[in-house]
Protein backbone atom coordinates (compact mmCIF):
# COMPACT_ATOMS: atom_id res chain seq x y z
CA UNK A 1 0.00 0.00 0.00
CA UNK A 2 1.00 3.69 -0.89
CA UNK A 3 1.63 6.11 1.80
CA UNK A 4 -1.85 7.44 2.66
CA UNK A 5 -2.70 11.37 1.19
CA UNK A 6 -4.48 14.29 1.78
CA UNK A 7 -6.24 16.51 -0.72
CA UNK A 8 -8.54 19.85 0.02
CA UNK A 9 -10.96 21.30 -3.04
CA UNK A 10 -11.55 25.23 -1.52
CA UNK A 11 -14.77 26.10 -3.03
CA UNK A 12 -18.06 24.03 -3.15
CA UNK A 13 -19.56 25.40 -6.47
CA UNK A 14 -19.70 23.24 -9.65
CA UNK A 15 -16.22 23.46 -10.15
CA UNK A 16 -15.17 21.81 -6.26
CA UNK A 17 -17.95 19.78 -6.20
CA UNK A 18 -17.27 17.69 -9.71
CA UNK A 19 -13.43 17.72 -8.59
CA UNK A 20 -14.38 15.80 -5.31
CA UNK A 21 -17.01 13.88 -7.07
CA UNK A 22 -14.33 12.62 -9.85
CA UNK A 23 -11.38 12.44 -7.32
CA UNK A 24 -13.26 10.04 -4.78
CA UNK A 25 -14.75 7.50 -7.92
CA UNK A 26 -11.16 7.95 -9.24
CA UNK A 27 -9.65 6.89 -5.74
CA UNK A 28 -12.52 3.75 -5.29
CA UNK A 29 -11.57 2.39 -8.33
CA UNK A 30 -8.12 2.79 -8.93
CA UNK A 31 -7.44 1.67 -4.84
CA UNK A 32 -5.65 5.22 -4.11
CA UNK A 33 -5.47 5.56 -0.38
CA UNK A 34 -6.76 9.30 -0.06
CA UNK A 35 -8.74 11.14 1.61
CA UNK A 36 -10.52 14.00 0.38
CA UNK A 37 -12.16 16.92 2.46
CA UNK A 38 -14.27 19.77 0.85
CA UNK A 39 -14.19 23.49 2.07
CA UNK A 40 -17.29 25.87 1.30
CA UNK A 41 -17.40 29.42 2.60
CA UNK A 42 -21.37 29.46 2.74
CA UNK A 43 -23.94 27.55 4.68
CA UNK A 44 -24.82 25.69 1.23
CA UNK A 45 -23.25 23.83 -1.63
CA UNK A 46 -23.57 24.73 -5.67
CA UNK A 47 -21.90 28.46 -5.56
CA UNK A 48 -23.92 29.88 -8.22
CA UNK A 49 -26.33 27.27 -9.06
CA UNK A 50 -29.78 27.90 -6.76
CA UNK A 51 -32.75 26.73 -7.33
CA UNK A 52 -35.84 27.93 -5.64
CA UNK A 53 -39.16 25.58 -6.10
CA UNK A 54 -42.55 27.10 -4.82
CA UNK A 55 -46.32 26.53 -5.73
CA UNK A 56 -45.58 24.77 -8.45
CA UNK A 57 -42.84 26.97 -10.07
CA UNK A 58 -39.32 25.79 -10.31
CA UNK A 59 -37.17 29.64 -10.20
CA UNK A 60 -33.51 29.72 -11.17
CA UNK A 61 -31.56 32.50 -9.21
CA UNK A 62 -28.38 31.76 -11.22
CA UNK A 63 -27.53 29.56 -14.58
CA UNK A 64 -30.71 28.01 -15.75
CA UNK A 65 -29.40 25.62 -18.32
CA UNK A 66 -26.09 24.26 -20.54
CA UNK A 67 -24.84 23.83 -23.47
CA UNK A 68 -25.84 20.31 -24.95
CA UNK A 69 -23.10 20.07 -27.23
CA UNK A 70 -20.27 20.83 -24.48
CA UNK A 71 -20.74 16.93 -22.88
CA UNK A 72 -19.25 17.45 -19.37
CA UNK A 73 -22.60 18.07 -18.00
CA UNK A 74 -24.60 15.21 -19.53
CA UNK A 75 -21.76 13.12 -18.68
CA UNK A 76 -21.74 14.05 -15.29
CA UNK A 77 -25.67 13.34 -14.37
CA UNK A 78 -24.98 10.53 -16.21
CA UNK A 79 -22.28 9.45 -13.64
CA UNK A 80 -24.70 10.30 -10.59
CA UNK A 81 -27.60 8.27 -12.29
CA UNK A 82 -30.00 11.57 -12.58
CA UNK A 83 -29.35 11.62 -16.42
CA UNK A 84 -33.55 10.39 -16.88
CA UNK A 85 -34.24 14.21 -14.98
CA UNK A 86 -32.40 15.99 -17.76
CA UNK A 87 -35.12 18.45 -19.48
CA UNK A 88 -34.24 19.92 -23.39
CA UNK A 89 -35.71 23.19 -23.87
CA UNK A 90 -38.45 23.89 -26.02
CA UNK A 91 -37.36 25.85 -29.10
CA UNK A 92 -38.85 29.03 -30.42
CA UNK A 93 -37.94 32.93 -31.77
CA UNK A 94 -35.43 34.54 -29.51
CA UNK A 95 -35.86 38.35 -30.22
CA UNK A 96 -33.38 41.81 -30.22
CA UNK A 97 -35.74 44.33 -29.07
CA UNK A 98 -34.36 47.52 -30.84
CA UNK A 99 -36.08 50.82 -30.98
CA UNK A 100 -38.94 49.16 -29.26
CA UNK A 101 -39.65 46.44 -32.48
CA UNK A 102 -38.97 42.73 -32.09
CA UNK A 103 -36.88 41.72 -34.60
CA UNK A 104 -36.26 38.22 -34.56
CA UNK A 105 -33.17 36.81 -34.29
CA UNK A 106 -31.78 35.55 -38.13
CA UNK A 107 -32.17 31.94 -38.84
CA UNK A 108 -29.27 30.60 -39.40
CA UNK A 109 -27.10 33.26 -37.30
CA UNK A 110 -24.68 31.35 -35.03
CA UNK A 111 -23.84 33.69 -32.06
CA UNK A 112 -24.74 36.67 -34.14
CA UNK A 113 -22.91 35.41 -37.15
CA UNK A 114 -24.97 35.09 -40.99
CA UNK A 115 -24.97 30.97 -42.42
CA UNK A 116 -27.91 32.10 -44.09
CA UNK A 117 -28.34 34.83 -46.51
CA UNK A 118 -31.73 35.39 -46.66
CA UNK A 119 -32.81 35.88 -43.49
CA UNK A 120 -29.78 37.98 -42.77
CA UNK A 121 -31.10 40.61 -45.71
CA UNK A 122 -34.64 41.05 -44.98
CA UNK A 123 -34.03 41.46 -41.50
CA UNK A 124 -34.97 45.37 -40.40
CA UNK A 125 -31.98 44.72 -37.35
CA UNK A 126 -29.63 46.11 -39.86
CA UNK A 127 -30.15 48.93 -42.38
CA UNK A 128 -29.61 48.71 -46.10
CA UNK A 129 -25.98 50.54 -45.71
CA UNK A 130 -24.94 47.61 -42.66
CA UNK A 131 -26.02 45.09 -44.67
CA UNK A 132 -23.72 46.09 -47.48
CA UNK A 133 -21.02 46.65 -45.14
CA UNK A 134 -21.49 43.03 -43.56
CA UNK A 135 -21.16 41.64 -47.17
CA UNK A 136 -17.26 42.93 -46.71
CA UNK A 137 -16.92 39.69 -45.22
CA UNK A 138 -16.60 38.04 -48.14
CA UNK A 139 -13.96 39.84 -49.50
CA UNK A 140 -11.96 41.00 -46.64
CA UNK A 141 -8.46 39.49 -46.16
CA UNK A 142 -7.89 37.78 -42.86
CA UNK A 143 -6.57 39.91 -39.89
CA UNK A 144 -2.76 40.52 -39.51
CA UNK A 145 -3.40 40.64 -35.85
CA UNK A 146 -1.36 37.46 -34.18
CA UNK A 147 -1.81 37.97 -30.52
CA UNK A 148 -5.43 38.40 -28.82
CA UNK A 149 -7.44 41.25 -29.67
CA UNK A 150 -10.94 42.43 -28.37
CA UNK A 151 -14.50 40.65 -30.15
CA UNK A 152 -15.00 43.82 -30.74
CA UNK A 153 -12.07 44.77 -32.88
CA UNK A 154 -12.32 41.88 -34.79
CA UNK A 155 -16.22 41.55 -35.29
CA UNK A 156 -16.35 45.54 -36.35
CA UNK A 157 -13.53 44.61 -38.60
CA UNK A 158 -15.42 41.87 -40.62
CA UNK A 159 -18.92 43.45 -40.24
CA UNK A 160 -18.79 46.84 -39.13
CA UNK A 161 -20.59 48.34 -36.26
CA UNK A 162 -23.84 48.20 -37.20
CA UNK A 163 -24.23 44.56 -36.95
CA UNK A 164 -22.21 43.86 -34.12
CA UNK A 165 -24.61 46.44 -31.78
CA UNK A 166 -27.30 45.39 -33.19
CA UNK A 167 -26.60 41.51 -32.92
CA UNK A 168 -23.01 40.04 -32.05
CA UNK A 169 -22.96 42.24 -29.12
CA UNK A 170 -26.43 41.73 -27.51
CA UNK A 171 -25.58 37.59 -28.17
CA UNK A 172 -21.85 37.69 -26.95
CA UNK A 173 -21.72 40.00 -24.51
CA UNK A 174 -24.49 38.89 -22.47
CA UNK A 175 -22.63 35.52 -20.83
CA UNK A 176 -20.08 37.85 -19.31
CA UNK A 177 -21.80 40.95 -19.28
CA UNK A 178 -18.95 42.17 -20.07
CA UNK A 179 -17.90 45.04 -22.92
CA UNK A 180 -17.22 43.31 -25.84
CA UNK A 181 -14.73 46.28 -27.02
CA UNK A 182 -12.43 44.60 -23.88
CA UNK A 183 -13.26 40.91 -24.11
CA UNK A 184 -10.55 38.53 -25.07
CA UNK A 185 -11.57 36.93 -28.49
CA UNK A 186 -9.01 34.31 -27.40
CA UNK A 187 -10.54 33.49 -23.63
CA UNK A 188 -14.30 34.06 -24.65
CA UNK A 189 -14.76 32.39 -28.52
CA UNK A 190 -11.22 31.18 -29.63
CA UNK A 191 -13.25 29.41 -32.16
CA UNK A 192 -13.82 32.40 -34.37
CA UNK A 193 -10.53 33.79 -34.62
CA UNK A 194 -9.47 29.81 -35.91
CA UNK A 195 -12.51 30.05 -38.57
CA UNK A 196 -11.11 33.33 -39.84
CA UNK A 197 -7.54 31.92 -39.80
CA UNK A 198 -8.52 28.74 -41.99
CA UNK A 199 -11.68 29.77 -44.24
CA UNK A 200 -10.65 33.88 -43.66
CA UNK A 201 -14.70 34.92 -44.55
CA UNK A 202 -16.11 34.07 -40.87
CA UNK A 203 -19.43 33.73 -43.47
CA UNK A 204 -18.47 30.71 -45.13
CA UNK A 205 -16.21 29.54 -42.55
CA UNK A 206 -18.96 29.35 -40.12
CA UNK A 207 -21.34 27.85 -42.49
CA UNK A 208 -19.37 25.14 -43.52
CA UNK A 209 -18.17 23.97 -40.29
CA UNK A 210 -21.31 24.59 -38.29
CA UNK A 211 -23.40 21.05 -37.92
CA UNK A 212 -26.94 21.17 -39.58
CA UNK A 213 -29.79 21.04 -36.88
CA UNK A 214 -31.84 17.96 -37.48
CA UNK A 215 -35.38 17.66 -36.88
CA UNK A 216 -36.95 15.93 -33.86
CA UNK A 217 -36.79 12.53 -33.10
CA UNK A 218 -39.24 10.33 -33.88
CA UNK A 219 -41.53 12.89 -35.15
CA UNK A 220 -42.86 13.87 -38.57
CA UNK A 221 -42.33 17.39 -37.46
CA UNK A 222 -39.42 20.01 -38.70
CA UNK A 223 -39.08 21.26 -35.34
CA UNK A 224 -35.73 21.43 -34.82
CA UNK A 225 -33.71 20.32 -30.99
CA UNK A 226 -33.34 21.99 -28.69
CA UNK A 227 -30.13 23.64 -27.82
CA UNK A 228 -30.31 23.53 -23.96
CA UNK A 229 -30.44 21.12 -20.94
CA UNK A 230 -31.69 21.57 -17.93
CA UNK A 231 -32.86 19.56 -14.76
CA UNK A 232 -36.30 18.96 -14.52
CA UNK A 233 -36.92 20.14 -11.27
CA UNK A 234 -33.51 22.77 -11.94
CA UNK A 235 -30.10 23.05 -12.09
CA UNK A 236 -29.68 22.51 -7.64
CA UNK A 237 -30.80 18.64 -8.89
CA UNK A 238 -27.19 18.19 -9.69
CA UNK A 239 -25.94 19.38 -6.60
CA UNK A 240 -28.37 17.61 -4.21
CA UNK A 241 -26.94 14.76 -6.19
CA UNK A 242 -23.66 15.38 -5.98
CA UNK A 243 -23.35 16.01 -1.93
CA UNK A 244 -25.88 12.99 -1.86
CA UNK A 245 -22.93 10.76 -3.39
CA UNK A 246 -20.06 12.55 -1.64
CA UNK A 247 -19.72 9.65 0.90
CA UNK A 248 -15.99 9.60 1.12
CA UNK A 249 -15.58 13.36 1.24
CA UNK A 250 -15.06 15.29 4.44
CA UNK A 251 -17.54 18.51 3.69
CA UNK A 252 -16.73 21.85 5.65
CA UNK A 253 -19.60 24.33 5.06
CA UNK A 254 -19.70 27.91 6.53
CA UNK A 255 -16.04 27.70 6.97
CA UNK A 256 -13.02 29.76 5.19
CA UNK A 257 -9.70 29.20 4.55
CA UNK A 258 -7.63 32.52 5.71
CA UNK A 259 -4.38 31.35 5.06
CA UNK A 260 -2.24 29.19 3.09
CA UNK A 261 1.32 28.49 4.23
CA UNK A 262 3.58 25.11 3.48
CA UNK A 263 6.05 22.67 5.03
CA UNK A 264 8.09 20.04 3.92
CA UNK A 265 6.53 19.98 0.18
CA UNK A 266 2.77 20.15 2.04
CA UNK A 267 0.02 23.14 1.99
CA UNK A 268 -1.11 24.11 6.13
CA UNK A 269 -4.19 25.55 5.56
CA UNK A 270 -5.61 27.81 8.25
CA UNK A 271 -9.90 27.48 8.73
CA UNK A 272 -11.83 30.53 10.03
CA UNK A 273 -12.49 28.49 13.15
CA UNK A 274 -8.56 28.50 13.65
CA UNK A 275 -8.16 25.00 13.07
CA UNK A 276 -5.54 23.66 10.56
CA UNK A 277 -5.59 21.33 8.12
CA UNK A 278 -2.34 20.14 6.64
CA UNK A 279 -2.50 18.95 3.09
CA UNK A 280 -0.32 17.16 0.21
CA UNK A 281 -2.43 19.02 -2.70
CA UNK A 282 -5.06 22.04 -2.71
CA UNK A 283 -7.50 22.85 -5.74
CA UNK A 284 -8.54 26.25 -5.17
CA UNK A 285 -11.77 26.36 -6.80
CA UNK A 286 -12.62 29.59 -5.78
CA UNK A 287 -12.74 32.77 -7.22
CA UNK A 288 -9.40 34.43 -8.38
CA UNK A 289 -10.21 37.43 -5.59
CA UNK A 290 -9.84 35.20 -2.83
CA UNK A 291 -6.90 33.54 -4.73
CA UNK A 292 -4.97 36.68 -5.12
CA UNK A 293 -6.08 37.71 -1.21
CA UNK A 294 -4.71 34.10 0.27
CA UNK A 295 -1.15 34.47 -1.69
CA UNK A 296 -0.84 38.07 -1.36
CA UNK A 297 1.51 37.58 1.70
CA UNK A 298 4.22 35.50 -0.82
CA UNK A 299 3.70 38.14 -3.38
CA UNK A 300 2.17 35.75 -5.47
CA UNK A 301 -1.15 36.16 -8.20
CA UNK A 302 -0.68 39.58 -8.25
CA UNK A 303 -2.59 39.88 -11.37
CA UNK A 304 -5.22 37.97 -10.88
CA UNK A 305 -6.28 40.70 -8.40
CA UNK A 306 -6.55 43.32 -11.28
CA UNK A 307 -9.55 40.79 -13.09
CA UNK A 308 -12.50 43.10 -13.18
CA UNK A 309 -15.70 41.64 -12.13
CA UNK A 310 -19.43 43.32 -12.61
CA UNK A 311 -22.45 42.92 -10.48
CA UNK A 312 -25.75 41.72 -12.17
CA UNK A 313 -29.23 40.62 -10.96
CA UNK A 314 -31.87 38.43 -11.46
CA UNK A 315 -35.40 39.47 -11.71
CA UNK A 316 -38.03 36.31 -11.27
CA UNK A 317 -41.82 37.54 -11.78
CA UNK A 318 -44.96 35.01 -12.09
CA UNK A 319 -48.21 36.28 -13.26
CA UNK A 320 -51.36 34.68 -14.04
CA UNK A 321 -51.54 33.65 -17.96
CA UNK A 322 -54.09 36.52 -19.15
CA UNK A 323 -52.20 39.26 -17.58
CA UNK A 324 -49.79 39.31 -20.65
CA UNK A 325 -51.32 41.07 -23.31
CA UNK A 326 -49.02 41.46 -26.10
CA UNK A 327 -48.57 38.09 -27.96
CA UNK A 328 -45.38 37.17 -28.50
CA UNK A 329 -44.43 34.26 -30.19
CA UNK A 330 -41.13 33.21 -28.61
CA UNK A 331 -38.64 32.47 -25.62
CA UNK A 332 -37.10 35.77 -24.67
CA UNK A 333 -35.38 39.03 -26.10
CA UNK A 334 -32.17 40.85 -25.77
CA UNK A 335 -31.80 44.42 -25.50
CA UNK A 336 -28.70 46.13 -26.71
CA UNK A 337 -27.13 48.79 -25.20
CA UNK A 338 -27.79 51.89 -27.08
CA UNK A 339 -32.24 51.26 -25.95
CA UNK A 340 -33.48 52.88 -23.17
CA UNK A 341 -34.43 50.31 -21.31
CA UNK A 342 -32.70 49.07 -18.02
CA UNK A 343 -32.76 45.60 -18.44
CA UNK A 344 -30.46 43.95 -20.59
CA UNK A 345 -32.35 40.74 -21.60
CA UNK A 346 -35.55 38.81 -20.75
CA UNK A 347 -36.68 35.40 -21.10
CA UNK A 348 -40.34 33.96 -20.59
CA UNK A 349 -39.36 30.73 -18.50
CA UNK A 350 -42.70 28.98 -19.49
CA UNK A 351 -42.33 29.36 -22.86
CA UNK A 352 -38.49 27.85 -22.80
CA UNK A 353 -39.03 25.49 -20.08
CA UNK A 354 -42.90 24.65 -19.79
CA UNK A 355 -41.82 22.23 -16.88
CA UNK A 356 -40.93 25.18 -14.65
CA UNK A 357 -44.12 26.56 -14.60
CA UNK A 358 -48.14 25.67 -13.72
CA UNK A 359 -50.22 25.82 -16.70
CA UNK A 360 -52.32 28.76 -16.03
CA UNK A 361 -49.14 30.82 -15.42
CA UNK A 362 -46.78 32.92 -16.90
CA UNK A 363 -43.20 33.45 -15.51
CA UNK A 364 -40.37 36.35 -16.47
CA UNK A 365 -37.28 35.95 -15.93
CA UNK A 366 -35.69 39.71 -16.28
CA UNK A 367 -32.08 40.87 -16.21
CA UNK A 368 -30.01 43.98 -15.09
CA UNK A 369 -26.82 45.28 -14.94
CA UNK A 370 -23.64 45.05 -16.57
CA UNK A 371 -20.02 46.58 -17.16
CA UNK A 372 -20.70 50.35 -16.58
CA UNK A 373 -24.29 49.96 -15.85
CA UNK A 374 -24.15 48.38 -12.05
CA UNK A 375 -25.62 51.21 -10.24
CA UNK A 376 -29.17 49.96 -10.42
CA UNK A 377 -28.10 46.42 -8.72
CA UNK A 378 -27.72 48.26 -5.44
CA UNK A 379 -30.74 49.53 -5.37
CA UNK A 380 -33.52 48.49 -2.76
CA UNK A 381 -35.72 45.56 -4.05
CA UNK A 382 -38.50 47.84 -4.32
CA UNK A 383 -36.98 50.00 -6.72
CA UNK A 384 -35.72 47.28 -9.08
CA UNK A 385 -38.61 45.64 -9.15
CA UNK A 386 -40.16 49.02 -10.01
CA UNK A 387 -37.95 49.88 -12.78
CA UNK A 388 -38.43 46.18 -14.57
CA UNK A 389 -42.13 46.42 -14.18
CA UNK A 390 -42.15 49.48 -16.14
CA UNK A 391 -40.20 48.26 -18.88
CA UNK A 392 -42.08 45.08 -19.17
CA UNK A 393 -45.23 46.66 -18.86
CA UNK A 394 -44.32 49.07 -21.95
CA UNK A 395 -42.36 45.98 -23.84
CA UNK A 396 -44.89 42.77 -23.06
CA UNK A 397 -47.96 45.15 -22.18
CA UNK A 398 -48.44 43.28 -18.47
CA UNK A 399 -51.41 44.07 -16.61
CA UNK A 400 -51.54 44.17 -12.81
CA UNK A 401 -49.15 43.73 -9.84
CA UNK A 402 -47.19 39.89 -10.19
CA UNK A 403 -48.14 37.00 -7.66
CA UNK A 404 -44.61 37.44 -6.70
CA UNK A 405 -41.11 39.20 -7.44
CA UNK A 406 -37.89 37.17 -6.30
CA UNK A 407 -34.85 39.51 -6.84
CA UNK A 408 -31.11 38.14 -7.02
CA UNK A 409 -28.10 39.85 -6.58
CA UNK A 410 -24.83 38.87 -8.10
CA UNK A 411 -22.37 41.19 -6.53
CA UNK A 412 -18.86 41.57 -8.07
CA UNK A 413 -19.67 37.51 -9.92
CA UNK A 414 -19.35 38.13 -13.25
CA UNK A 415 -15.28 37.67 -13.96
CA UNK A 416 -14.21 39.88 -16.97
CA UNK A 417 -12.03 37.76 -19.68
CA UNK A 418 -10.15 41.21 -21.12
CA UNK A 419 -7.36 41.20 -23.60
CA UNK A 420 -4.42 39.68 -22.37
CA UNK A 421 -6.58 37.40 -19.93
CA UNK A 422 -5.02 33.59 -21.30
CA UNK A 423 -1.66 35.08 -20.62
CA UNK A 424 -2.25 35.90 -17.45
CA UNK A 425 -4.00 32.95 -16.31
CA UNK A 426 -0.74 31.28 -17.66
CA UNK A 427 1.56 33.62 -15.59
CA UNK A 428 -0.28 32.94 -12.56
CA UNK A 429 0.09 29.30 -12.45
CA UNK A 430 3.68 29.16 -13.46
CA UNK A 431 3.98 31.38 -10.36
CA UNK A 432 2.15 28.72 -8.14
CA UNK A 433 4.01 25.88 -9.89
CA UNK A 434 7.31 27.65 -8.72
CA UNK A 435 6.32 27.96 -5.01
CA UNK A 436 3.37 25.85 -4.28
CA UNK A 437 3.32 23.41 -6.94
CA UNK A 438 0.49 21.31 -4.79
CA UNK A 439 -2.27 23.81 -5.65
CA UNK A 440 -4.31 23.86 -8.62
CA UNK A 441 -6.25 26.61 -10.34
CA UNK A 442 -9.83 26.01 -11.34
CA UNK A 443 -12.72 28.11 -11.62
CA UNK A 444 -15.01 30.02 -13.55
CA UNK A 445 -12.15 33.24 -13.20
CA UNK A 446 -9.74 30.98 -15.27
CA UNK A 447 -10.67 28.92 -18.36
CA UNK A 448 -14.71 29.43 -19.10
CA UNK A 449 -17.90 30.60 -16.93
CA UNK A 450 -20.01 28.31 -18.18
CA UNK A 451 -21.19 24.78 -15.89
CA UNK A 452 -19.79 22.47 -18.70
CA UNK A 453 -16.34 24.40 -18.88
CA UNK A 454 -16.10 24.51 -15.17
CA UNK A 455 -16.82 21.13 -14.77
CA UNK A 456 -13.85 20.55 -17.07
CA UNK A 457 -11.81 22.66 -15.51
CA UNK A 458 -12.17 20.59 -11.89
CA UNK A 459 -11.59 17.14 -13.39
CA UNK A 460 -8.76 18.60 -15.28
CA UNK A 461 -7.34 19.43 -11.53
CA UNK A 462 -8.35 16.48 -9.94
CA UNK A 463 -6.47 14.43 -12.39
CA UNK A 464 -3.78 17.13 -12.28
CA UNK A 465 -3.64 15.99 -8.48
CA UNK A 466 -3.93 12.18 -8.51
CA UNK A 467 -1.28 12.33 -11.60
CA UNK A 468 1.23 14.49 -8.78
CA UNK A 469 0.60 11.99 -5.49
CA UNK A 470 0.35 8.56 -6.98
CA UNK A 471 2.37 9.20 -10.33
CA UNK A 472 -0.28 8.42 -12.58
Known sequence: ??????????????????????????????????????????????????????DGYVIERGPDSFL?????????????GIADQLVRNATGQAYILLQDEMHPI???????????????????????????????????PRSEVTGDQSLGHFFRRRFGTEVVENLIEPLLSGVYAGDID??????????????????????????????????????????????????????????????????????????????????DGRAILTLSDQQQIETDAVILASSHSVASQLFEPYGLLKELGTIPTTSVATVALGFPKQAMKREIDGTGFLVPRSSNYSITACTLVDRKWPTTTPDDKVLIRAFVGRLGEEAIVDLPDSEIEKIVLQDLREILELEGQPEFCMITRWKDDRPQYRVGHKEKIIRAREELQTQFPMVQLAGASYDGVGLPDCIDQGVEAMGNVLSQLFNQ
Open 182 to 263: QMSLESTFPQFYEVEKQHRSLILGMKKTTPKQLPQKNSHSSKKMGAFHTFRNGLESVVEALEDQLGNVEVLKNTRVTKIDKR
Open 68 to 80: IRKKSVDQLAADL
Open 106 to 140: PAGAVMGIPTEIKPFITSGLFSLTGKLRAAGDFVL
Open 1 to 54: MSERKKAVIIGGGITGLSAAFYMQKAAREQGHPLDITLIEASTELGGKIQTVRR
